[in-house]
């Protein structure tokens, strides 16, 4: 099990939230929290919402604890007109590339300049967050999922469940998340799940391949695929640093996972932490509650 750090009371810092429009057509809006005054050293938080595009709801719950870092919270908005498929990343649009344009232009206007930033996703977001570490894992500092429905497994399925070409498809991503792999696994992968999250609803992904090889629901799904990455990275070569979190009493809801369940806190950080989770549970077993 893994024992999170004891919270403590981080000082007030000032910090503004607001909408940012995008500055040309394609591009994304974004919530923005920054804080006065910013830190040039810690990376910037980049928080991806779910399907209810609660992009200022994710800014707005972790300005706080981010601003007593000096940190800015960047809660990209991808709309459903013209984002709809979002989640995988590389769908109608590249919602991955908006994400690196929307990053750059931040970049040249002063928002942040580290050479990476932590990247965060809750339900739909987090699917986008994963795949978006595969796809670009020199971009990311740390990656934190919440809640996800389904992820793309370190496996030999078809992408998007795995890593192998789609029969009949001349698709590259596949190939190219393969090639990132080895990158993608060495970051530092926190994988959060409510204790509640354990049933399907109309917006999990069912059937019997993906049951099979994930789980029925998003607790069991999350244990899996981080067993399923600290194996992977054993394969490569690489020590893991996976962490597994169970926030105790939630369910699949955003701000009781950030108020009750303690989520603010393993995705903000104090300090990297020095303690490394042993993920054992299994598809079928609820894993321990992480304590907060």
């Given amino acids: 099990m893994c024992i999170a750090a004891k919270a403590t009371l981080l000082p007030a810092r000032a910090y503004t939230v607001s909408r940012r429009p995008a500055t040309d057509v394609g591009g994304l809006d974004c919530w923005l929290a920054l804080p006065d005054p910013m830190s040039e050293t810690l990376p910037p938080l980049v928080a991806v919402h779910g399907i209810r595009r609660g992009a200022g709801s994710q800014a707005a719950l972790f300005a706080a604890r981010a601003a007593a870092l000096g940190r800015p919270v960047i809660a990209p908005l991808f709309d459903a007109e013209r984002w709809p498929r979002y989640q995988q990343a590389v769908r109608r649009g590249r919602a991955d590339l908006a994400l690196l344009r929307l990053m750059a232009d931040l970049r040249r206007e002063g928002v942040w300049c580290t050479p990476h930033f932590d990247l965060f996703g809750f339900s739909g977001g987090a699917q986008f967050a994963h795949r978006f570490a595969m796809l670009h894992p020199d971009a990311v500092s740390r990656l934190v999922t919440a809640s996800a429905g389904w992820y793309t497994f370190p496996d030999a399925a078809v992408f998007p469940y795995g890593l192998s070409r789609r029969p009949g498809r001349s ?4 190939p190219r998340l393969t090639a990132n792999l080895g990158r993608f696994l060495a970051l530092p992968i926190a994988v959060c799940v409510g204790s509640d999250d354990n049933a399907p ?52 809801d955003f701000r009781t996972c950030v108020t009750l369940g303690g989520l603010d806190r393993i995705v903000v950080r104090e300090a990297a932490p020095t303690d490394r989770c042993d993920v054992r549970a299994t598809a079928d077993q609820e894993p321990a509650r992480t304590a907060l």
């Avoid at 109309?202 to 981080?226: F, K, M, V």
Wanted: with cysteine.
């Fill in 201 to 252: 609803d109309p917006n999990t992904r069912s059937g019997p391949a993906i049951d099979a090889q994930q789980g029925t629901h998003r607790l069991a799904r999350a244990a899996r695929w981080a067993q399923a990455l600290r194996t992977a990275a054993r394969a490569h070569g690489v020590a893991p640093s996976v962490t597994f979190h169970v926030l105790p009493f939630c369910g699949h």
């Fill in 171 to 174: 698709d590259v991503w596949a």
